[in-house]
């Protein structure tokens, strides 16, 4: 094998590690959106469901993965790959309740700001996912730092 081919083997093996880990969150997220929807149609006080949110989820598996990958060699880049992949897919439900809140009236949070789809999806799944990105690459790398930097407990 020559020099291409393993750095492309190894580009493969980081992007594959950084699916694996964005494919859970992703499915935890497409349950967090809905769950929060329907607390807020069900009258639920705005500070109690806004601790269900993407950004919590997001800073939540920013910590697990630094915990998971910080005796990986390109653990920072398996980060930021994890949550770019993540943030903006994860985004996609937030604008189908933007559509089903501004489409039928309902009058959750969801259809407030934006009058038009391009609107919504420009700044539900582009700007929304940049908000999940940047504060979780800083606290996955805090968390990294951290854990590679510890001492080992002795007893």
């Known amino acids: 094998m020559d020099k291409t081919e393993e750095k492309s083997s190894s580009r493969g093996k980081i992007y594959k590690h950084a699916f694996g880990l964005a494919k ?3 499915i935890v997220s497409f349950f967090v959106t809905p769950i929060r929807f329907f607390l807020e149609l069900a009258g639920f006080p705005e500070n109690v469901i806004f601790i ?6 997001t800073l939540a598996f920013a910590v697990y993965w630094g915990v998971q990958l910080y005796r990986e060699k390109r653990s920072y880049l398996i980060l930021l790959l994890s949550l770019i992949i993540f943030s903006p897919v994860s985004r ?3 604008f189908v ?3 089903i809140d501004t489409r039928w009236e309902i009058g959750t949070h969801y259809g407030l700001y ?3 789809w391009t609107q919504a999806l ?3 799944v582009i700007y929304g996912a ?3 990105i940047i504060p979780g690459f800083l606290i996955g790398s ?3 730092a951290v854990m590679k930097n510890r001492k080992p407990v002795t007893v």
């Open 24 to 26: 859970k969150a992703i």
């Open 52 to 57: 269900i949110g993407l950004l919590w989820l």
């Open 92 to 94: 996609f439900p937030v």
């Open 97 to 99: 309740f933007w559509w």
């Open 114 to 116: 934006f009058d038009h």
């Open 122 to 124: 420009l700044n539900q």
């Open 130 to 132: 940049l908000v999940q």
């Open 142 to 144: 805090i968390t990294l």
